[in-house]
């Protein structure tokens, strides 16, 4: 069915999934579970990757480079037609926001997972979101119009007070984005917005907003049909971010009672309604100490934290986005979604926390995950995976679930202490002292608490000595074993007796 | 056999003896000690106390992971030791140190130039990869001795970008 | 505390695990979820396991046949003495059910994490327990009192009508137990349950009951604590069976409505009642087409398949069985205990269902484990663990959950595929077959389903050219290979090509 | 280089030719076939179509694990292939089977013996392990040649067990 609005929506039994890495697997087992078969596409960088092994088919599409491979519209549309794949899912990134590639898919007769073009263009154009929200009644932070000089962002951010934030009018992600305290660094922070927003989205405008301090970052996460049914399913609490990259994720929110989740539902339903949205959708919010809570943007895509919000509602989001691409009326009503239990999620990340978050490269040698109750493991790393620096640093995401926030955070300590990835550097230290911080376990914190407030420095840590009987037992063995192969009569084994001796000793 | 192992600035002292068994600082551990299989994966008993790890050996040093942390450990036989602390007494250092590039990426700023004098901690190059903006910075005092990058540059894992001669290094 | 009964309640901070496998490790995790130190023994088969990799301490108890190590009491005592544990947790199976195992440790001043001593000794004698509920008003099935002779349970049998089944008095999980339909079979059948009986808890006495045909089996799981509440959690529907093992369980069941829920429920928690039952328990009932239900036996223990349970209701049942052995209250009343969703579990064994189920042994080579949102894996497997044919065969628990039964079913399909172990054999292709089933999807089965009307001969399966060409190229590549070292100046690598070629080709 | 694989008595003819690509049954087929490290783990990609195995060597045939299901592929060079099958046209084959002990346990019952006539699927051994008893049956007709153990007896994995002399075995 064609609606008015260009949006596709049709029955379809094969899904082309334009995506990489955790949620391009995320999404191939929704579909496998609905029956629809799948079409992976590869870049060189990926043919061994498990989106490509899970798929029942699977496409090379060139360079590991995105924009030779994941982000060219044409590759994808040709795979869809060579597989005869009816619907694409573009996950969340590359191509997820693009208002062309929905247009492009609705022109080749194939279904976007995801809301019509025109719904996306509305709200990837933050001025024209603001817009639109703001007549539909959803309050926003003070900010600039597109378009203005310099100086005329200058005189106005004087004029609403420092700090103020720097913004991409094509941002997301926390890319474009940089926080001004003074005016004299203005300059400098339009400057990067611009560097970073040309080179992630090719457009280089900005503009400017209020910094609310001491803020939250609360979002909503809406499902809606294409019958006119849209639903909120609860708050995810995303304050927990470095460079406005969110790193820890909760649902439901320590700061949200039921009466304010229901009034930012309301809201974030009548946003959604303003352009028309279907399918899975997100409004992020601001919190401020006051509890007024202001519109930051919409997500007009499936997020990376999806998956708390389905632990605390027990609705699979992905499955839910398929249905509705298929054109079925949302089987849940408002009344039916309740929170249930807590659920948070780290982002694990390729990156140094002792060493100021640098990114690491290389090749993954281990990967042992964490298993067991209430734990949840959304990944794309194997051994063998060479992480490079074309893709984004997040390798995997863990996910744990309580009946309390409490219960959740132990839950999650315990599984950040069985999860092993060797090769690159990763981020679990980082997120273990975040679970052992009282600031966090009081669910006392705001979007600039790790920048502001949060230091790996004080972290104890008391396997020294283990570690170092470890390295030393391992760099034995090894010359023992070297020794034995240059002279194998002139030594005996006695010197590997002391190992088994000792066991021998106990038993 | 004597090794001395060193994990952020801590020495440790291990023996490993047929007869004796095995002494950290000189005091005897019951140890027992698994490989699991082929793997990087190793399990510890040491007085009934189970530590599980991978370990696996760097150009240098070794990674060893346990409960999420990575540890730096440097190994050595101790007669190797002794001479080196032996060779590196009294004796002062050449004070080079050289900024590296930490991946492959682009590079999206130089703000330092070839006399400039930096502290430790100070921003020397701005290096774009996964998709964001990583700021290198100074590792100690010094003044920049030479600048092989420009912006714009791709650059390699662990090409030398900037060089700066650190003060004099104190003798150990 | 300890309590009239002999029960010894008390906070305890370091707990030790009487067992192995998968449950020992799932008891690690609600230990250290808790912040209870953990103590791990094992025998010489198991160093390797990860439940002594998982603790925090592991002791040595002797070589790898249970009964010279996990089921020897005064070895665990004394680990529990040289560790520090103030309390033991004894799983399933080995000592779980042993009543003087119980008195031992609260003889010995240490906490016994499951009921009271006199709880296990009454209920883990068939008759006395049949008495002790039939008293408290609790239905139980027809059948022979103990200590008669062959000739008088024949006669019995006569009188009552075949099929009757003749079941060990300490029997538990199948062991012991025959169903038999002529009388000229009832001599064999009595020395074959004696046999297994006095092999498996070296007592031979035997009993029979009738045999309940197209009769269900259908349990509810209980919880308890020392101050007087006991509450029921649901249902678990473990009809699927096969020579009275269970292979897969649901909660809920596909028969049981609110109302019948409720009834068995409040039956359940009489039966508790009448033994001052104090942990986690099950009362395992057969539920007739007429909707009738037949005390069977009380499980005194935490079982294999309490995962379900606590998909559907949130609650973590080990972590709740610490907290009553702590002398807490329970936080739970009736009125919060509510079923959402539906999941289902499937026992991983390693045996051949291609070839009467036989049972495999041999070392796991390769262990890759499902994963994704609503899958749950209870695993104690590794690679390089020899599976031994000293402990049984059920290697591994793949528990999935759905919003609905479909959806839950679904989501298993997916997770089977994705499950990989080599080494051994595993009923994986059993469990595909059954979620293919017709009578599975609709619900329509009864215990004696598996061994009577459903066959692994009717399996389609479609692979067999791309296994044989997989097997082919690993094969000509290792040819390949050899050649190569064997003369590696007198071919090039030309042989090879083909392979990078076809690669190169689609790029 | 030609291959005869066989799965479950189907044959497959598998053409591997530096020049022609991969041919199965004489079809040409786009083939990207990647093992992933030092595993058995293998991923194929067959006309797009994605197959994931795990494939392991065997004493006389090869594991390969796809979904869950596990293949017994026994994989011959052509010419070995033809030579056997001339081989054994028109010979009669020795007619003896041996029931071996499929893993290690303690015998429960043997239920028959030397001389007794067995069908197909009688049951010849009760052999007790994991905590069940589990029977072994017959492989063909035929009549019992011997009998290795006595009840109670411990056996190894593979150990003979009973022998029993098949019908006169068709010419192939």
């Given amino acids: ?507 | 056999m004597k090794y001395i192992a060193t994990v952020k600035d801590r020495e440790y002292t291990i023996e490993i003896d047929p007869d004796r068994g095995i002494l950290i600082d000189d005091v005897p551990q019951e140890i027992d000690f698994q490989r699991l299989g082929q793997s990087g994966f190793l399990s510890l008993l040491m007085n009934h106390r189970s530590v599980s790890a991978v370990v696996e050996e760097k150009n240098d040093h070794w990674d060893v992971l346990i409960q999420g942390e990575l540890y730096n450990v440097q190994v050595q036989d101790e007669r190797v030791y002794r001479l080196e602390r032996m060779r590196s007494t009294g004796a002062t250092v050449d004070g080079q140190a050289i900024v590296t590039s930490p991946m492959p990426g682009i590079i999206v700023a130089v703000p330092v130039a070839v006399g400039d004098i930096v502290k430790r901690g100070d921003k020397v190059v701005v290096l774009e990869s996964m998709k964001m903006e990583n700021e290198l910075r100074a590792p100690c005092d010094g003044v920049i001795t030479h600048v092989n990058v420009t912006a714009g540059a791709n650059v390699e894992k662990d090409q030398e970008l900037v060089g700066i001669s650190q003060e004099v290094a104190e003798a150990s």
Same sequence: chains 1, 3.
Wanted: with cysteine; net charge neutral; glycine share 8%.
């Fill in chain 1, 1 to 507: 069915m064609l609606r008015e609005d260009g949006l596709l929506v049709k029955k379809f039994d094969k899904l082309l999934i334009a995506n990489r890495g955790e949620i391009a697997l995320r999404i191939l087992r929704a579909a496998h579970e609905l029956g629809i078969s799948t079409v992976a596409v590869f870049s060189d960088a990926d043919r061994n990757a498990p989106h490509v092994r899970y798929a029942d088919e699977a496409y090379h599409i060139g360079p590991p480079a995105a924009r030779d491979s994941y982000l060219v519209i044409e590759k994808l549309l040709d795979v869809a037609k060579r597989s005869g794949a009816e619907a694409i899912h573009p996950g969340y990134g590359f191509l997820a926001e693009r208002a062309g590639f929905a247009q492009a898919c609705a022109d080749a007769g194939i279904v976007f997972v995801g809301p019509p073009a025109r719904a996306i263009e509305i709200m990837g154009d933050k001025l024209m979101a603001r817009a639109t929200v703001t007549a539909a009644g959803v309050p926003v932070v003070p900010g600039t119009p597109i378009g203005q000089s310099d100086e005329e962002m200058t005189a106005a951010a004087i004029q609403m007070g420092f700090p103020v934030l720097v913004k991409a009018a094509a941002g997301g992600g926390g890319k474009g984005m940089r926080p001004v305290h003074r005016v004299e660094d203005l300059p400098d922070a339009f400057a990067a917005a611009r560097r970073e927003s040309k080179a992630a989205f090719g457009d280089d405008t900005v503009y400017l907003e209020k910094l609310i301090t001491e803020a939250r970052h609360i979002e909503i996460q809406l499902l809606a049909d294409s019958h006119g049914n849209t639903i909120y399913l609860g708050e995810r609490e995303c304050s927990l971010q470095r460079r406005h990259q969110k790193l820890i994720e909760e649902a439901p929110s320590f700061v949200v009672d039921a009466d304010l989740r229901r009034r930012m539902g309301e809201v974030a339903v009548a946003a959604a309604r303003s352009v028309n949205y279907v399918n899975s959708g997100t409004i992020e919010f601001l919190l401020d100490r006051d509890k007024n809570f202001y519109f930051l943007e919409m997500n007009t895509r499936l997020q990376v934290e999806h998956p708390v919000t389905e632990l605390v509602t027990g609705v699979d989001i992905v499955q839910e986005q398929l249905r509705i691409a298929r054109g079925r009326r949302l089987r849940l009503r408002q009344e039916d979604i309740q929170i249930k239990g807590w659920a948070i999620e780290c982002r694990i990340n390729a990156e140094d926390p002792y060493n100021n978050y640098m990114p690491s490269t290389g090749t993954i040698t281990a990967a042992h995950l964490p298993a067991g109750p209430g734990v949840r493991v959304d990944s794309g790393v194997y051994v063998g995976n060479e992480i490079t620096p074309y893709y984004d640093s997040m390798i995997s995401k863990l996910i744990c679930y309580g009946e309390t926030r409490g219960e959740a955070v132990l839950r999650m300590r315990r599984a950040l202490e069985e999860y092993r990835i060797m090769g690159v550097k990763t981020n679990i230290p980082f997120h273990q002292h975040m679970m052992d911080s009282h600031r966090f376990l009081s669910g006392q914190f705001d979007t600039n608490f790790v920048e502001e407030r949060f230091s790996m420095d004080d972290r104890e840590i008391d396997r020294a000595m283990e570690a170092a009987l470890l390295a030393t037992l391992a760099a034995h063995e090894q010359s023992q074993r070297a020794a034995q192969i240059v002279a194998p009569g002139a030594r005996d084994t006695s010197n590997w007796k002391w190992l088994s001796r000792w066991e021998r000793l106990r038993r």
